[in-house]
């Protein structure tokens, strides 16, 4: 993509940029050369201000604070007869007053047995629209074991019919990166924090039907409280993609271009 400016030399300075004149002149640059500089300091100020802006451009295609009941009712959790399970409650949010977590309890800590291996989903379908990049953004925390005792999230089309029933760890027993077939990995293989934390991740998803799917698995061996939870998921359509590999060219006393990859 290339962005041309032109015609930047009316614009006024005022004292910290007539330091820099008084600076360039001690250095015997020439007014043309003066000019060329702020001509471009306009113009990268121009475009920052440009794209900055143009981050505004968001869509909300999907909130949920677990707060409302309606929405929670929305949330299929597979906990079969596992001893940890997901629960929505309020024994851990961030902010208000429920939150998604993993409890071995009915829901009364935020705490889980890390002598009962357990595999366990919570999912909800959503409907992506438009092909496009995506912000994803939550609060999440929690400790557990580094590599065994972990949270996941993924989004998953329905089109693969996943199997998301509890004890099926769909080949992620041992290892939290071996992800099946056709699962886009937003968040993986989270722990060892015990404070909230937020997440925000970009990433380019296909128009279609998808679970938004939060995994939960722990071995039989060791881990610390407390185990996994989520609150205020949110995603948004990005109307602005990100820039990479900036650079201007073409730099004359009135203009110059600035070119990026996208």
């Not at 009316?10 to 500089?37: E, G, P």
């Not at 961030?94 to 357990?118: E, F, M, Q, V, W």
């Not at 009135?254 to 996208?262: G, H, N, P, R």
Request: glycine content about 6%; charged content about 15%.
């Amino acid at each position: 993509f290339i962005f041309v400016a032109s015609s930047w030399t009316n614009i006024h300075f005022n004292t910290m940029n007539n330091s820099y004149m008084r600076f360039l002149n001690q250095n015997n640059n020439s007014m043309d050369n003066i000019q060329k500089h702020f001509s471009v300091a306009a113009l990268c100020a121009a475009f920052l201000f440009f794209t900055a802006f143009a981050s505004f451009g968001q869509n909300v295609i999907y909130q949920c604070d677990f707060e409302d009941a309606t929405e929670n009712a929305e949330w299929t959790l597979a906990n079969g007869s596992q001893t940890n399970q997901w629960y929505i409650g309020t024994a851990a949010n961030n902010g208000g007053s429920n939150g998604l977590y993993i409890t071995n309890d009915g829901g009364a800590s935020n705490a889980y047995d890390n002598t009962s291996t357990s595999y366990v989903y919570a999912y909800r379908e959503i409907n992506v629209t438009e092909t496009t990049w995506y912000n994803f953004e939550l609060d999440w925390r929690g400790y557990g074991q580094y590599y065994y005792d972990i949270m996941n999230m993924f989004l998953i089309p329905t089109s693969v019919n996943p199997d998301l029933s509890a004890g099926n760890a769909n080949g992620m027993e041992y290892s939290p990166y071996s992800t099946p077939s056709e699962w886009i990995v937003i968040l993986g293989a989270q722990s060892e924090y015990q404070e909230w934390q937020h997440a925000f991740i970009e990433q380019e998803i296909e128009a279609g039907t998808y679970y938004l799917v939060l995994f939960w698995k722990n071995n039989n061996s060791y881990g610390d409280n407390p185990a996994a939870a989520i609150d205020n998921i949110s995603i948004t359509k990005n109307n602005c993609v990100s820039l990479s590999d900036v650079w201007i060219e073409d730099i004359e006393s009135e203009s110059a271009t600035i070119v990026w990859e996208e």
